[in-house]
């Protein structure tokens, strides 16, 4: 299977019509990744920018910052291109209402598999449902799911290319959901059977 057709079964499984359908339509806002490293006051735009959101069901983003705790461990990449932050910064996702996150991406691994953890425990202290990373590879490609007025929405997430040495999640070790490629970009074919599964499994819990 190339990329082309594994999206395509992706999306197959992820938008067929489940056994129930939900009350209205769902508003989905989906923004790009949030690369926060200070929890900032006011700023220009931002009153209206919360508002806006707030008229949607569901908001997502790609999380590319690590959040710093007791785990973290030594930086895998210069300070230069380095993303962390303290905690504090997630209340500014919550105040834009920020409901469901990705955390698959090259930045997850900046502070070790201890920034895995200390991210995933973040946000789940801070009632931010995520995926994408995790305590091992079964918790990284498991579906997150946000709640909402129309219907729950699943998310699976995943990387592919530019994860760094040991930033892949294993049975063993904390890391991202990776879709890993050949030398000819090909997926390979057990993971490509894992995150099918896990679209899969959110289609069977979630309306969208």
């Not at 997630?90 to 991406?105: D, E, K, Q």
């Not at 995520?130 to 709640?147: N, Q």
Request: glycine letters at 12%.
């Amino acid at each position: 299977m190339d990329r082309r057709g594994f999206l395509a079964a992706g999306a197959a499984l992820a938008l067929a019509s489940p056994a129930t359908g939900r009350p209205r339509p769902l508003r989905l806002s989906l923004l790009g990744q949030a690369l926060i490293e200070h929890a900032p006051g006011a700023w220009p735009g931002r009153e209206a920018l919360a508002v806006r959101l707030a008229r949607g069901d569901v908001v997502f983003t790609n999380l590319e910052t690590v959040i710093q705790g007791l785990n973290a461990g030594a930086p895998t990449r210069e300070l230069l291109t380095l993303h962390a932050a303290q905690p504090e910064v997630l209340s500014t996702l919550r105040s834009l209402h920020l409901g469901l996150i990705a955390t698959a991406n090259n930045h997850a691994f900046d502070l070790g598999p201890g920034g895995i953890r200390d991210t995933v425990d973040a946000l789940r202290a801070a009632g931010l449902p995520s995926t994408g990373s995790g305590a091992d590879l079964a918790a990284a490609s498991a579906p997150a799911y946000a709640s909402s007025a129309a219907g729950a929405v699943g998310l699976v997430a995943f990387a592919t290319g530019k994860v760094r040495p040991g930033g892949a999640a294993t049975a063993d070790r904390p890391g991202v959901n990776e879709l890993r490629r050949d030398a000819a970009g090909q997926p390979f074919a057990e993971d490509v059977e894992r995150i099918l599964h896990a679209i899969a499994a959110a289609r069977r819990q979630a309306q969208v």
